[in-house]
C-alpha cells in the first residue's frame, strides 16, 4: 500500500494519458484517432520541453528544432536508404540527442533572455541550412513513396499502428518525466532552477547537469518527429520547424503547470482540444490565433504557477497525487 | 565587380532601415530587460498604417510614416499598460510569453482582417545613376529618413529632460525612483518608443518592398541579429549593427546564393552571442 501511495503522482499521470487514448481505441473511430494522435504528440513535446523549461528553468524557444531534426533524418534514412520505420525512430531520437548534446556545450552557458534567443537562432540557422541541403530535397522537402506502407501491411494499417506507437511513446515520456522529477538528478536540476549559483556551491555540477537534461529533453521529440513524418509521407523545411509550435508547446507546460508532472500533460490536452474547437467554430476561425493569445496573456497575468501548480497551493493534501 | 558594387549599395541602404528597428527592439531591453517577442508584428502595423493611408484616404507615404509614428508610440504605451507592466520583475518567460501573446493577437486579428496576401505601394520616385550603381529614389530618401530618426533619438535621449529619464532607469531603477523619477511612467515611455521605431521601420520598407502582415517577422529576427551585434540595450550599436548586416546581405550574394544569407546571419549570431554576449562594441561580461 505504502509503494502504491509513493506512486500515485506517476499513476495519476499515466491514467490521465490513457483515458485520453481509449475513446478511439474502443470507437475505433479514424477520425478521433487522428484528433487523439495530435493530442498525445502535444503531450510528448510539453513533457520533454518541461524537463528543460519546468525542472532546469531554461526556456527554449527554438524546441521544435529536434522534432524537425529528427524527423529529416528519419524521413532520410527510410526514403533514400531503405530503412525500417524502428531504425528511424532510433535514429531520430539519437541524433537529436547528439544535437542537443554539442549545442547544450555550446550554448547552455548563457543565462535568462540570452539563452532564450540562442535557441531561436538555432532553430533559424538549422531551417535556413536544411532549406539549402540538397540531400534533403532543399526547400521543397521530401516525398515517401506510397509503396513504403506495404511493409506495414498497407497505409490504413500503418495509419493505426504510427497511434500506438505514439501512445507508448507518450507512456515513455510520462515515466521519464516522473523518474527525473524525483530523483537525485532532478533534485538538482530544480536547485539550478532556484538559483544556479547556489546549487553549485552545494556540489551540483551544473553544466553536465543542464547538458544532460537538454539532451533527455530532445530525444523523445526527435524520436517523434521520425514517426510524425513516417506518418504524414513528405517532410518540408517550414514544416519541420515552425517556430510558432515552439512556443506554443511553452504555452501548454505553462498552462498545465512548469515543474510537474501531471501539468505539461494536461496543459497539451486543454490546449489542442480548445485549438481544435477554436479552428472548427465559425464565429472564432478566423481569429482562433488572437483567442489563443489572449488566453496566454490572461495566464501569465493572473494564474503564472498553471492549473497544477494553482491546484497544489490550493489543496496542499493533495499534492501526492497532483505531481 | 559592377554587380558587387550596385549589391553593396543596396544592402547599405537597407542597413540604415534595418538599424531603426533594431533600435527599437535593442532600446526596451536596455531600459526594462524585457524582449519584446511582439515587435514583427508592430513593424507590420507599421506597413498597413502606410498602406491604409496611402491606398483609401491617399495620403502621401511620407506624411503616412509620420503618422505611422504617433500611432506606434501610442500602441507601445498601451501595450505596455495591458501585457508588460504586470511582469516587468517576473522571471524572463513571464514577459517574453507575455509580449508573445501580444504577437498571436495581433497576428491573429490581422490575418482574420487582411489575410497573408501580399501588398504594396505604388511609389515611383526619381533614381541616381552612380557610374554602374543606380540608387533608387525611394530606398535613398527612406535611409535619409532613418538616419534622422537615429539623431533625434540620441538628442532626444541625451539633450531632453525625459530622455534623460529614460537613461537613468535604464542604469538603475530603484535609484531612479529614489531622486523622484516616476519610473513606470519612463517605463511605458520607452516601450512607446521602442515600439515607434518598429513602425517607422516598417512605414519605410512599405515604401520600397512588397509586404504582407507575417512580413514584420523575418525583420524581427533581423532586429535579434542586428541587437545581439551591436549589444543589446546600445542603440548607436544597433545603427551600426543593421549596417554590417546591410553589407553581409548585399555581398554574401556575389560569392553564392542568396538563400544562404539566413544561414550565415543566425550561425553569425549564435556565435556573437556566445563569444562576445555584449555585442562587437561592448566591453568584457
Known amino acids: ?323 | 565587380m559592377d554587380f558587387i558594387l550596385a549589391s553593396l549599395a543596396d544592402g547599405l541602404l537597407l542597413g540604415f532601415i534595418y538599424g531603426i528597428a533594431a533600435m527599437g527592439l535593442t532600446l526596451i531591453w536596455g531600459v526594462m530587460n524585457v524582449i519584446n517577442l511582439a515587435h514583427g508584428p508592430i513593424i507590420a502595423l507599421g506597413m498597413f498604417t502606410v498602406y491604409l493611408l496611402f491606398t483609401f484616404l491617399g495620403i502621401p507615404p511620407y506624411v503616412g510614416v509620420l503618422l505611422a509614428a504617433v500611432f506606434g508610440l501610442l500602441l507601445g504605451i498601451i501595450i505596455y499598460l495591458i501585457a508588460v507592466q504586470g511582469v516587468i520583475d517576473a522571471p524572463h518567460l513571464s514577459s517574453l510569453l507575455a509580449t508573445f501573446s501580444v504577437n498571436m493577437i495581433i497576428i491573429g486579428i490581422g490575418t482574420a482582417i487582411f489575410s497573408t496576401s501580399p501588398r504594396n505601394i505604388d511609389l515611383q520616385l526619381w533614381s541616381v545613376s552612380l557610374g554602374p550603381v543606380t540608387l533608387q529614389g525611394t530606398r535613398v530618401v527612406a535611409s535619409l529618413i532613418a538616419v534622422l530618426v537615429t539623431a533625434a533619438l540620441y538628442y532626444f535621449l541625451y539633450r531632453t529632460r525625459q530622455g534623460k529619464y529614460i537613461r537613468a532607469v535604464a542604469n538603475n531603477r530603484a535609484a531612479a525612483e529614489l531622486v523622484g523619477i516616476p519610473s513606470n511612467r519612463v517605463l511605458a515611455l520607452s516601450f512607446g518608443i521602442g515600439a515607434m521605431l518598429a513602425t517607422i521601420a516598417g512605414a519605410l520598407i512599405a515604401t520600397f518592398l512588397p509586404f504582407n502582415i507575417l512580413a514584420g517577422g523575418t525583420y524581427e529576427l533581423k532586429s535579434f541579429v542586428i541587437g545581439v551585434l551591436g549589444g543589446l540595450g546600445n542603440p548607436v550599436g544597433a545603427l551600426v549593427g543593421g549596417l554590417i548586416l546591410g553589407l553581409l546581405e548585399g555581398i554574401v550574394p556575389t560569392f553564392t546564393q542568396t538563400t544562404w544569407v539566413p544561414v550565415i546571419e543566425f550561425v553569425l549570431f549564435v556565435i556573437i552571442l556566445l563569444v562576445r554576449p555584449n555585442g562587437l562594441f561592448g566591453g568584457e561580461q
Not at chain 1, 104 to 122: N, Q, S
Not at chain 1, 148 to 172: D, H, K, P, W
Not at chain 1, 209 to 225: E, H, N, Q, R, Y
Not at chain 1, 238 to 259: C, K, N, R, W, Y
Open chain 1, 1 to 323: 500500500m505504502n509503494t502504491l501511495k509513493n506512486y500515485a503522482g506517476l499513476l495519476t499521470s499515466l491514467v490521465v494519458v490513457v483515458l485520453i487514448a481509449l475513446a478511439p481505441i474502443f470507437s475505433g473511430n479514424a477520425a478521433s484517432r487522428e484528433v487523439v494522435f495530435t493530442i498525445l504528440r502535444a503531450i510528448v513535446l510539453a513533457s520533454s520541453l518541461n524537463i528543460l523549461l519546468g525542472y532546469t528553468g531554461y526556456v527554449s524557444f527554438g524546441h521544435i528544432v529536434f522534432f524537425g531534426f529528427g524527423g529529416y533524418v528519419g524521413f532520410y534514412l527510410i526514403t533514400a536508404q531503405g530503412q525500417s520505420l524502428w531504425v528511424a525512430m532510433l535514429a531520430g531520437g539519437l541524433v537529436s540527442g547528439l544535437l542537443a548534446y554539442l549545442l547544450g556545450k555550446a550554448i547552455l552557458r548563457l543565462r535568462g533572455a540570452y539563452f532564450a534567443l540562442a535557441t531561436i537562432g538555432v532553430n533559424e540557422a538549422v531551417r535556413a541550412f536544411i532549406n539549402n541541403f540538397e540531400p534533403f530535397g532543399g526547400p521543397t522537402g521530401m516525398t515517401m513513396n506510397f509503396s513504403v506502407y506495404q511493409q506495414y501491411g498497407g497505409a490504413m494499417q500503418a495509419l493505426e499502428m504510427t497511434f500506438y506507437i505514439m501512445l507508448v511513446l507518450t507512456i515513455l515520456v510520462v515515466i521519464l518525466s516522473y523518474v527525473v522529477r524525483t530523483s537525485k538528478f532532478g533534485l538538482g536540476l530544480l536547485a539550478i532552477r532556484e538559483d544556479e549559483d547556489a546549487a553549485e556551491v552545494m556540489g551540483v555540477v551544473a553544466p553536465d547537469a543542464k547538458t544532460w537534461a537538454f539532451v533527455l529533453s530532445a530525444i523523445f521529440p526527435g524520436m517523434v518527429g521520425a514517426l510524425f513524418f513516417f506518418k504524414n509521407g513528405s517532410v518540408e523545411p517550414l514544416d519541420a520547424f515552425p517556430l510558432h509550435t515552439s512556443i506554443e508547446m511553452i504555452v501548454m507546460v505553462m498552462l498545465g503547470g512548469q515543474g510537474t508532472v501531471l501539468g505539461p500533460i494536461l496543459g497539451a490536452a486543454g490546449y489542442q482540444r480548445m485549438r481544435g474547437l477554436l479552428v472548427t467554430s465559425t464565429i472564432f476561425k478566423n481569429i482562433q490565433l488572437a483567442v489563443s493569445g489572449g488566453l496566454l496573456l490572461l495566464i501569465v497575468l493572473f494564474v503564472p504557477a498553471g492549473i497544477i501548480g494553482w491546484a497544489r497551493q490550493r489543496w496542499p493534501k493533495w499534492r501526492g497525487v497532483l505531481q
